[in-house]
């Protein structure tokens, strides 16, 4: 699976932004999708995840103004970000967890986008 991460940018605060993740590769369907987040200076953290199943989790930091999508028709992710925060300034990065039982051993491929910048103005 590749990943390609678009659509970030300068944005007031207050304002809303969406993400996109493009993917290619027939796994990206059958994984479950994920953003996470680098702010200068510190370690990336998870930002939000969909399951297989459609199921959502949502860092608390981004609770109730971030919400996850997929189109697998596209085969693309999509994060909404509402009311966005100072603190939400950071290079965002898609990812895929592809859980492979085809395997003698099952194993977890974890797949990742370039990253793409968003930066909120206060």
């Known amino acids: 699976v590749q990943l390609q991460a678009s659509g970030g940018g300068l944005v007031q605060t207050g304002g809303s932004l969406r993400l996109s993740c493009a993917a290619s590769g027939d796994r990206f369907r059958d994984s479950a999708v994920g953003w996470y987040r680098q702010a200068p200076g510190n370690l990336r953290e998870w930002v939000t995840t969909?399951?297989?199943?459609?199921?959502?989790a949502y860092a608390d930091s981004v609770k109730g103004r971030f919400a996850i999508s997929r189109d697998n028709a596209k085969n693309t992710a999509y994060p909404q970000m509402n009311s966005l925060k100072a603190e939400d300034t950071g290079v965002y990065y898609c990812?895929?967890?592809?859980?492979?039982?085809?395997?003698?051993?099952?194993?977890?491929?974890?797949?990742w986008g370039q990253g793409t910048l968003v930066t909120v103005s206060s």
């Open positions: 969909m399951a297989l199943g459609g199921a959502t």
């Open positions: 990812n895929a967890a592809y859980y492979d039982t085809s395997r003698d051993v099952p194993k977890w491929f974890d797949y």
